[in-house]
């Protein structure tokens, strides 16, 4: 089943955070219980987070209030707000409740197209290195996005190798590579820093990436670790790929909001009681270190997103 379902008049999600050892699902009968779970992490993902977000607001009793709790449960992503502005159109519960499920229709769509469009621009790469998680449970549907792409690649018939970087502090990773097993993909897990090491060894032939955020001029907020990645394929002269649908735009022109989560993500036991941390939960790329933005409506260079723009406003 999908990482996030409408059953019985309740969100169903997949835990992710007792993956990749437990598939445990919550049923979240109430908004505040869906804000919570997103704010949590119990739901990750852009894509999926704002599936999550728009059943929410559908099975609240007091949606104009309910809209702004869910908006602050996480304030990178964008696709929380689209979801949300999408769904509090319908006058009544049950009005919400189908614009939220057209919603999620709209997202498998969307992946899908991202899937076909990214595997026709990545087929000559067999070595691919990719940051976070990235796939059909980040994004509630059949395809993820940066990882939907390698599936569809592994579904031509593609010989593949991926690389995965840990994602600490969340250790997203362990999921993707989980989730890369069951697709028969090998992969190999490596440790954020390592990434340089294997780049520049000539290891890797293309970085592939999701998006939390995407601006008007192209430069992009994910998850934290991204940049550095950009800047070593723009040193190593390696293609740097971004997949995300056009719910990840954001062409408002407001400053990206990153979100700065608990010191204890990083500290965990491994720290004594004085130190402190710093914990950015996502950073800024430059459009200038992506190579093409991969997405439903097309593939374009970082130059050509504001016509990403003229479509979103047709």
């Not at 009544?92 to 969307?110: M, P, V």
């Not at 469009?117 to 940051?131: D, F, P, R, V, W």
Request: overall charge neutral; glycine content about 8%.
């Amino acid at each position: 089943m999908p990482s996030v379902e409408f059953v019985e008049n309740q969100v169903k999600i997949l835990d992710q955070r007792k993956l990749p050892f437990k598939e445990e699902y919550l049923s979240l009968k109430s908004t505040a219980e869906v804000a919570g779970a997103i704010k949590n992490m119990a739901v990750r993902g852009a894509p999926a987070i704002g599936i999550a977000a728009a059943y929410g607001l559908a099975i609240s009793a007091n949606p104009k209030d309910d809209y702004g709790l869910l908006l602050s449960a996480r304030p990178t992503a964008v696709d929380l707000k689209n979801a949300l502005d999408f769904v509090e159109k319908g006058k009544t519960s049950e009005e919400r409740k189908q614009l939220a499920s057209s919603w999620q229709g709209k997202i498998s769509e969307a992946c899908a197209s991202i899937a076909e469009n990214g595997a026709s621009l990545l087929e000559k790469y067999k070595n691919i290195l990719t940051h976070c998680n990235t796939g059909a449970i980040a994004t509630g549907v059949e395809y993820g996005t940066a990882l939907g792409v390698i599936k569809k690649l592994k579904e031509a018939g593609k010989e593949l190798s991926v690389y995965v970087d840990e994602t600490r502090p969340r250790m997203q990773g362990a999921i993707t590579s989980w989730e890369l097993n069951r697709l028969g993909i090998p992969n190999s897990v490596i440790v954020d820093s390592a990434a340089g090491y294997f780049i520049s060894s000539g290891k890797v032939d293309a970085v592939i990436v999701g998006a939390d955020r995407i601006t008007a001029n192209g430069d992009f907020a994910n998850k934290i670790g991204t940049y550095p990645l950009a800047v070593l394929t723009k040193e190593n002269s390696i293609p740097f790929f971004v997949a995300a649908p056009l719910s990840s735009f954001d062409f408002s022109g407001k400053r990206i909001e990153l979100e700065m989560r608990d010191e204890k993500e990083i500290l965990g036991d491994n720290y004594a009681g004085c130190t402190s941390a710093l914990n950015p939960a996502f950073d800024v790329t430059p459009a200038k270190y992506v190579t093409r933005f991969i997405t439903d409506k097309g593939i374009f260079s970082p130059e050509g997103v504001g016509s990403i723009g003229r479509i979103h406003r047709g």
